[in-house]
């Protein structure tokens, strides 16, 4: 029980943490002076997929510190952070893409809440699974790759992204780095 309760504290401190960070992501590409190294880590526009990395990041250092305190716990850290990092921008993407077919317009504070709630639902569903008794180790060596392939995808395609209504900054009708 005691197991359970902190990694459910560690999970609800990291939603804060999470958003926070991703939060002040957002910035860090301006702030550097558009470095394009930084675009792998931040937004570097105002496309949809450029927000997606706002979690990505953020999660990943808090996963690693939390490693530390919470490993003890849980035998499915590595799966339950990848199933997280998964969540999140899948959530994002269908519930953007809902609200603004069915509304027709983009509100800051709907894309706020909903960074936000991507965020809890990733830390909720992490939780979950860190809370099961240990899974199949083929499992873990899938969450492995899912997790680096993520990491690669945001870069790489912050460089080299399709041109498909995902990678558009409606701001400027650019794709990517500029």
Known sequence: MQAKRNIRKWELVGIAVIASLGAMFHF???WSGELPPI????????SVFEHLKMPYWPAL????????????????????????LYVMPLTTMAIFYA???IT???????DIV???GSVALGQ????????????????????IVGLISLGIIYAVLTFYPPHLPLFLDPATGTYGIH
């Open 61 to 84: 250092l808090y996963a690693v510190i939390e490693y530390r305190h919470i490993k003890e716990y849980t035998k499915n850290f590595i799966i339950a952070k990848t199933a997280s």
């Open 28 to 30: 860090i590409f301006e």
């Open 114 to 116: 909903l960074f936000v």
């Open 104 to 110: 027709g317009t983009e509100s800051l504070i709907a």
């Open 99 to 101: 609200y603004t077919t």
């Open 39 to 46: 675009g792998v880590f931040a937004p570097v526009s105002e």
């Open 124 to 143: 909720f569903v992490g939780y979950k699974i860190m809370i099961k008794d240990p899974l199949p180790s083929a499992l873990y060596k899938a969450a």
